[in-house]
């Protein structure tokens, strides 16, 4: 079955509306390098993952920057997965996998550069495989990169196609999805997780629950 991860969240009541209704990751923007408008302090998101109690293994920071900040992050607010999505390096994996037990979800880049500076090739295979045996258990393809990342839009089936097929980690497809296509995505690409922000927003960090409920129904 695939699973639903609601990202950008930034209100408790938000944040218990996913848990209650059984959206399966629940991710918090933590001090993000660029300027985005779901960032919170670490303070927040930490009141914000304990509110969510026996479900705060469920909880996702997605995070910009090296190890370090990274590993002070996790150590912060205590989550259960980590996303990296900015230009974290197959030594910065290395590192926060030898370091905690948390699960990572690693960002596969858009682009032919970043995929070279961030695991030494552009090929999009090896990439995904790179970033996997040095630590990554989630691989997401997302439509947003750094340098985007305000924006909303079509997800790379290409290139979704070519990381799902690559190693036997589980994939994550987000960008452009919403209540409207989540079926659309599901039986085109066979993702294990779908990622959803603006696409079950009424603005940025206010849920539409009842679009989430939708895709959860749709999901299940």
Same mark, same amino acid.
């Given at each position: 079955?695939?699973?639903?991860?609601?990202?950008?969240?930034?209100?408790?009541?938000?944040?218990?509306?996913?848990?209650?209704?059984?959206?399966?990751?629940?991710?918090?923007?933590? #001090?993000?390098?660029? @300027?985005?408008?779901?960032?919170?302090? %670490?303070?927040? $998101? +930490?009141?914000?993952?304990?509110?969510?109690? &026996?479900?705060?293994?469920?909880?996702?920071?997605?995070?910009?920057?090296?190890?370090?900040?990274?590993?002070?992050?996790?150590?912060?607010?205590?989550?259960?997965?980590?996303?990296?999505?900015?230009? #974290?390096?197959?030594? @910065?994996?290395?590192?926060?996998?030898? %370091?905690?037990? $948390? +699960?990572?979800?690693?960002?596969?880049?858009? &682009?032919?550069?970043?995929?070279?500076?961030?695991?030494?090739?552009?090929?999009?295979?090896?990439?995904?495989?790179?970033?996997?045996?040095?630590?990554?258990?989630?691989?997401?393809?997302?439509?947003?990169?750094?340098?985007?990342?305000?924006?909303?839009?079509?997800?790379?089936?290409?290139?979704?196609?070519?990381?799902?097929?690559?190693?036997?980690?589980?994939?994550?497809?987000?960008?452009?999805?919403?209540?409207?296509?989540?079926?659309?995505?599901?039986?085109?690409?066979?993702?294990?997780?779908?990622?959803?922000?603006?696409?079950?927003?009424?603005?940025?960090?206010?849920?539409?629950?009842?679009?989430?409920?939708?895709?959860?129904?749709?999901?299940?």
């Amino acid at each position: 079955m695939t699973k639903l991860k609601i990202c950008g969240l930034m209100n408790e009541e938000d944040a218990l509306f996913c848990k209650d209704t059984g959206v399966d990751i629940i991710g918090f923007v933590t #001090e993000y390098p660029l @300027d985005v408008p779901w960032n919170l302090s %670490r303070e927040m $998101v +930490k009141n914000l993952i304990d509110s969510l109690e &026996d479900a705060r293994g469920k909880s996702c920071i997605v995070v910009g920057g090296d190890a370090d900040h990274a590993l002070e992050l996790i150590q912060y607010t205590k989550p259960g997965f980590v996303q990296l999505h900015y230009q #974290e390096t197959l030594d @910065d994996i290395r590192d926060i996998a030898a %370091r905690t037990d $948390v +699960k990572i979800i690693k960002t596969v880049p858009l &682009d032919a550069e970043n995929r070279e500076r961030q695991s030494g090739t552009a090929d999009i295979g090896e990439c995904a495989r790179r970033f996997a045996k040095a630590g990554a258990d989630i691989l997401l393809v997302d439509a947003r990169g750094p340098e985007n990342v305000t924006k909303s839009g079509a997800l790379d089936v290409e290139l979704f196609g070519e990381v799902k097929n690559a190693t036997n980690r589980l994939t994550m497809a987000a960008g452009g999805i919403d209540s409207s296509n989540i079926l659309d995505y599901l039986n085109s690409l066979h993702p294990d997780i779908i990622d959803i922000m603006t696409g079950v927003e009424d603005r940025p960090g206010a849920k539409n629950h009842p679009q989430i409920t939708d895709c959860i129904s749709k999901l299940r």
